[in-house]
């Protein structure tokens, strides 16, 4: 006498896990490839267009390039040279300013953020104003300022004469104290609303019964802000830190158009000096050294921001 069951399908307990591991395991792997199927295009572009670069531009450094003949290998040579460069280190140091620049930008913001997240009257007004600035192109912010510095008909000049505190213009971009720190100035404007939207977001995110939880418990405004506030808004601190460095590393627009780095290298960062490396001294290789340097001390960097923020900043919870 024949079973009326299906083979596949056995009243026994156990004989009926293996079809269905083996039917899971056949829509896993579909998902997969699925998965694999959307994610190869964006994966390719993203080869070709930054891994390759990379490992090109680390290879390019340990060699002395030549665009017509053949490429020696020198080792560390370039690295060497930088120990004995005073450019590099003049605009290393001014770079590691202009990213010292980005936590007076950030508290900045967030003053302004605390400002407008309360209920008061045109607080979506003061929101565009702030804003406003940071979708402007770099290089009309760069003109704009430099107007503003000139030493015969700029603003800054105009005011500070008019109000006595100076007798003659003062020649902001043309000196050697003063070109770096009216750049960072520029800076801090530009990116100040982006900042803003940043953090802004970050406070509309924490719930308000927290608050009001403290506040039933006798908790002031400044044990609020520093219990509640800042600990809940350390991953949105953590990405506009990351975004000025980020800054700090490809602020090439505003600093050539208003100085292009000078007097005398005075404002000189590591990009533009790359930039000159290449394609005025026509020195690729020297131009690869100086990037891959960069590239090691913005993840350094942002590894140090990132553990000074708790080291788990941008982390998903699970569970």
Known sequence: MTSSFPRNTLTGAGSTVPVRRGAAGSKQRRELTLIWAFLLPSLLVFFLYRI?????????????????GESKWIGFVHYRDMLEDEVFWTSLWNTLIYIASAP?????????????????????????????????MTVAVGIIWRWMYDEKVGLFNFILRYLGVI?????????????????????????LGFYM??????????????????????ASPRQQFIRITLPLLRPSIFLAFVIGIMTSFTSFDLVYVMTQGGPSHSSELLVTYI??????????????????????LLVVLTWV???LSGGDAGARETG
Do not use: C, H
């Open 52 to 68: 390759l670069p990379l490992a090109w531009n680390v290879i390019l450094s340990f060699q002395q390039f030549s665009l017509f």
């Open 104 to 136: 007076i930008g950030i508290l900045l913001a967030l003053a302004i953020s605390l400002m407008v997240n309360i209920e008061i009257r045109g607080r979506n007004l003061y929101r565009t104003i702030v804003f406003l600035s940071y979708p402007l």
């Open 275 to 296: 930039y000159k490396a290449a394609f005025e001294l026509s020195r690729i290789d020297y131009a690869a050294a100086l990037t891959v340097v960069q590239f090691v």
């Open 167 to 191: 007798d003659k213009p003062l020649p902001f971009l043309q000196s050697f104290e003063w070109a770096l720190p009216s750049i960072l100035l520029a800076n801090v404007w530009q990116i």
């Open 197 to 218: 939207i940043i953090l802004l977001a970050g406070l509309q995110a924490i719930p308000q019964n927290l608050y009001e939880a403290a506040s039933i418990d006798g």
């Open 305 to 307: 921001g990132n553990r």
